[in-house]
Antibody, heavy 125, light 108 residues
Framework: QVQLVESGGGVVQPGGSLRLSCVGS????????LHWVRQAPGKGLEWVAV????????FFSDSVKGRFTTSRDNSKNTVYLQMDSLRLGDTATYYC??????????????????WGQGTLVTVSS | SYVLTQPPSVSVAPGQTATITCGGN??????VHWYQQRPGQAPVLVVY???SRPSGIPERFSGSNSANAATLTVRRVEAGDEADYFC???????????FGGGTKLTVL
């Protein structure tokens, strides 16, 4: 079973930047699309972005499009979420998750399994 | 944008059956996935592709999907099932993932 570990969270001022990392184990990680999902304190899940296994496709939610970018280094089993122009509303725990559809599927489709344990990002002045 | 609607809360006594709905326009034409999130923990997949169950998830968890509503059913509810449950679909028209607002299952 693949395990995912996020890091890079912390406290940042509005307008600042932060880069999150998600490290995975095993070859499954390198062959999988990787999603970012966030959860504001006491709130529900909000999808943020997905990067395809070969880095050719990147999709974003409307709330982060133009401010966040995704990249990956498969040689390091690592996916990154670069967050710029951070806002108070970006405060949340950020999870990475692998998507699977049981075969070769369109980027973004499929269920999320497994998830990382999350990393907390706090945007505050 | 595509919207998924879940009841904020569902309460059930131990041993009874909990039913959690996820409403969406023609959701029956989409693949629906369900996650359980216990307090302070990451979400865990409990049902995928409407009605399939990952290994390690008890048979008490089942799902269905038709027309404008998907349903997660938890039979013989136990205290350990108390958690938030979220439904999830892929909005292919906009290339975006959509989550329902979540349902808090309380075991009385």
């Amino acid at each position: 079973q693949v395990q995912l570990v996020e890091s890079g969270g912390g406290v940042v001022q509005p307008g600042g930047s932060l880069r999150l990392s998600c490290v995975g184990s095993g070859s499954i990680f390198r062959g999988s699309d990787l999603h970012w999902v966030r959860q504001a304190p006491g709130k529900g899940l909000e999808w943020v972005a997905v990067i395809s296994k070969d880095e050719t496709k990147h999709f974003f939610s409307d709330s982060v499009k133009g401010r966040f970018t995704t990249s990956r280094d498969n040689s390091k089993n690592t996916v990154y979420l670069q967050m710029d122009s951070l806002r108070l509303g970006d405060t949340a725990t950020y999870y990475c998750a692998i998507s699977d559809c049981g075969g070769d599927c369109y980027t973004g489709r499929g269920w999320f399994d497994p998830w990382g344990q999350g990393t907390l990002v706090t945007v505050s002045s | 944008s595509y919207v998924l609607t879940q009841p904020p809360s569902v309460s059930v006594a131990p041993g009874q059956t909990a039913t959690i709905t996820c409403g969406g326009n023609k959701i029956g034409t989409k693949d629906v996935h369900w996650y359980q999130q216990r307090p302070g923990q990451a979400p865990v997949l409990v049902v995928y592709d409407d009605a399939s169950r990952p290994s390690g998830i008890p048979e008490r968890f089942s799902g269905s999907n038709s027309a404008n509503a998907a349903t997660l059913t938890v039979r013989r509810v136990e205290a350990g099932d108390e958690a938030d449950y979220f439904c999830h679909v892929w909005d292919s028209s906009r290339d975006k993932v959509v989550f329902g607002g979540g349902t808090k299952l309380t075991v009385l």
